[in-house]
């Protein structure tokens, strides 16, 4: 029943909120979305999830993988984080993203997180994980992506899995193609 103005501002007071919790509290910080009566998605341990899952990270690079198990707890000395909020358009609307920015560099190696761990609507969150590992030849760029999202989750999801996969596809081989030829 409110005006504009109302609602611009309890939307700004939900998003301080969701950033001060996630900022205290890491991954335990970031509220369960609604589902329902009694349903809800534990986006954070989604999340947690998707860095546990991250093998090579925590191989190759422990410190850093500790920092994004325990943030904000035992932050990596050689690590840049920043946080932003975005209003961007998905599938025709438009859709308020928080989110978590890390750079973690080690000797010529650079490691890139990018946590989204609020999406007001379309998919749940994600976290995107990208490297230049030094080779005698250049660098070898890498990058994982997990999304989150309700859209392929519930019957009839291992077939909507590969479809998700197949649409996604060619959008991150454009992204990647781009580097390679401003590489070039």
Do not use: C
């Not at 961007?88 to 010529?108: A, C, I, K, Y």
């Not at 230049?132 to 990058?143: D, M, N, R």
Request: hydrophobic fraction near 35%; charged fraction near 25%.
């Amino acid at each position: 029943g409110g005006g504009q103005a109302e609602v611009e501002t309890l939307v700004r007071e939900l998003l301080l909120a969701r950033y001060q919790s996630y900022r205290e509290k890491g991954l335990s910080g970031i509220p369960p979305y609604a589902r329902g009566k009694e349903e809800r998605f534990e986006l954070g341990q989604d999340l947690l999830l998707a860095t546990n899952e991250a093998k090579l990270v925590a191989k190759y690079f422990p410190s850093f993988h500790q920092s994004l198990l325990k943030y904000p707890a035992n932050q990596a000395k050689q690590l840049e984080t920043r946080f932003n909020w975005a209003n961007v358009e998905v599938f025709s609307r438009p859709t308020l993203v928080l989110s978590h920015r890390m750079l973690f560099h080690e000797g010529d190696a650079y490691v890139v997180v990018a946590r989204h761990f609020y999406a007001s609507h379309e998919y749940n969150g994600l976290q995107s994980i990208g490297g230049a590992l030094p080779t005698k030849e250049g660098s070898l760029l890498v990058s994982l992506y997990r999304i989150s999202t309700d859209g392929v989750a519930g019957f009839g999801s291992s077939t909507k899995h590969p479809v998700a996969r197949g649409l996604m596809g060619p959008y991150f081989e454009e992204i990647f193609e781009g580097i390679r030829k401003k590489a070039k």
